[in-house]
């Protein structure tokens, strides 16, 4: 805790950096929530935040935290992959931001894109065993069973869209529900309408999703609906080999082809 | 003057009987994995009446997230046009906590505004409301700042006031709540003395001072740096305002196919971006500070104007459920304090 407020002292003071987005001390002790430290008197509010909720990274595309300057993010390793994600998909510059990032206690500068990706390749993500076992557990269900299952999840969703909020990845300046000449998706919080929210939004993030898991722990509902993504994300990476969030310049592997792919229907 | 009895908790199983054999339906505290929503019950058992504090308010029980209001048909060049089946079941909303009873009243005064809403009226009328009391209080509870309390009976038509392991006081306040009492006689007995139940009841600190409030957010309304500098870790979702017990902001949706639909009434929320999306383009509240501070000022300021009353009750469950821990009895406390 001591490295990080000298380093976020040090970037500050350098004005090598504006704000520090990082952890404080939160309501609920163990439960730390996002700072923006601008000024050098308030980096003793910064804590080496395990248990956050929220993936950091969400806050580097908000508008009024890039109002703020350049900042240095205060980064797990699943705040660092979705630096890589947003590289990779056009919405970060490389030299955008500073990493501090904590792994273990342990704090490492990482002051550019080739940094981080060295860094998070030293770090693959894993699904922790509890969600392995959950995913099993669904995926030993029959298909009308795991149905009927997902949609008793859903039909609690409030649409009050904090997945999305809290989704790094949901970065659309409007989001396809709230496009609605015409309506793609319903508005409301019916059955139908909560399913085809949910079906939608685990699309979209198919192949994009870091895993960081902020959109369950959002939920107000306890939906846990980043297994949803989980899963895509897994089988995408045992039919192409990728993974998101691990190389700053990628081709989204559902949105590209090439000629050397094994499917022949495109050529 | 309230009519005051006991109940034991051995009392409370033929209760919930005589209750649903009269046709209503029990809607209790119930958990689910992490979390806990009024759904309906069959007996006590099924009740979490340990919780401190359900994570979705009774609201929907008068006010759903979704209902329709009218349907409309195509016949040739003729437009139909139909109202909705209104006949919710009759309601007792049982282990209610005295701040969402509280709530209620809010609801009331909102939706009897001019024109009275009849889809909430229909349903409000249907259902009573039995609260108990708060033998306990969490970090988020803040009641007794914005003047009321874990024993209030505001909103309720019977009060219970845990009194030992063993039953509650029952205080029967309203008709509503003595027909519901009348279903079952034999399960109440004489009253306790006052004092044995004001010892009970959680003990929650005043965290900011409410009088004067309203006029003193009104000043801070163009001091932008500290809307900006509380909403910055706001994420903008609806979490707040869908967990409220007050909060009735709502959208209408038209759903249907070129020949036939429906029109609904949905929750919606003051966070999202759309909210006040006009259709020129302009947002008048493009900035996510300007709807932290509309979420503070309607409830704080404009609801006195309006309503007469403030619209929170200090349930504190925007604080519990926020992603982002936009404590709201903080936020308050540094306003009130703010130079």
Known sequence: ?267 | MADARTLRRESLARWFEAIRAAGRRILAPRARGDTTAFEEVTAPSEVAMDCVQTTLSPKAAVFPRCEELLRYERQGKDLRVTDPPLQPPETVLFGVRPCDAAAMEVLDAVFSADPPDRFFQTRRARTTVIAIACTQADAACFCTSVGLSPGSTLGSDILLTPTDGAGFAADVLTDKGRRIVELCPEAFGPAVAAQERRAVLAQVPVRFELKGLSDRLAALFDREELWVDQSLRCLGCGTCAFVCPVCACFDIQDEGTGRSGARLRCWDSCGFSLFTLHASGHNPRHLQSQRWRQRVMHKFSYAVGRLGRIACVGCGRCSRACPADMNLADHLQALAEAK
């Open chain 1, 1 to 267: 805790m001591e490295a990080l407020r000298a380093k976020a002292r040090e970037l500050l003071e350098s004005r090598t950096v504006q704000v520090v987005v990082g952890h404080e001390q939160g309501s609920v002790p163990g439960r730390p929530r996002p700072v923006f430290v601008r000024k050098i008197e308030d980096v003793d509010r910064l804590v080496a935040g395990e248990g956050g909720t929220i993936n950091l990274a969400v806050y580097l595309l908000k508008p009024e935290v890039q109002a703020l300057g350049r900042p240095a993010l205060v980064a797990d390793p699943a705040a660092l992959r979705t630096v890589l994600q947003l590289a990779s998909e056009n919405q970060i510059r490389d030299g955008a931001l500073v990493a501090l990032a904590l792994d273990d206690g342990r704090l490492t500068e990482l002051k550019d894109l080739a940094a981080i990706e060295a860094f998070v390749a030293e770090r693959p993500a894993g699904l922790p065993a509890e969600d392995q076992q959950r995913i099993a557990e669904i995926e030993a269900m029959s298909r009308e069973d795991r149905w009927t299952w997902w949609l008793e999840q859903f039909s609690r969703c409030l649409k009050c869209y904090a997945c999305r909020a809290a989704c790094p990845m949901c970065y659309c300046p409007r989001c396809v529900v709230e496009c609605n000449q015409p309506q793609w998706v319903p508005a409301a919080a019916h059955p139908r309408g909560n399913l085809e929210w949910h079906l939608c939004r685990a699309m979209h993030l198919a192949g994009r999703c870091v895993g960081c898991g902020a959109c369950a722990r959002a939920c107000p509902v306890g939906i846990p609906l980043d297994l949803l993504t989980q899963v895509l994300a897994r089988q995408i990476e045992a039919d192409f080999g990728v993974r998101a969030g691990t190389r700053a310049k990628a081709d989204y592997v559902l949105a590209s082809f090439r000629t050397t792919d094994k499917e022949d229907f495109i050529r």
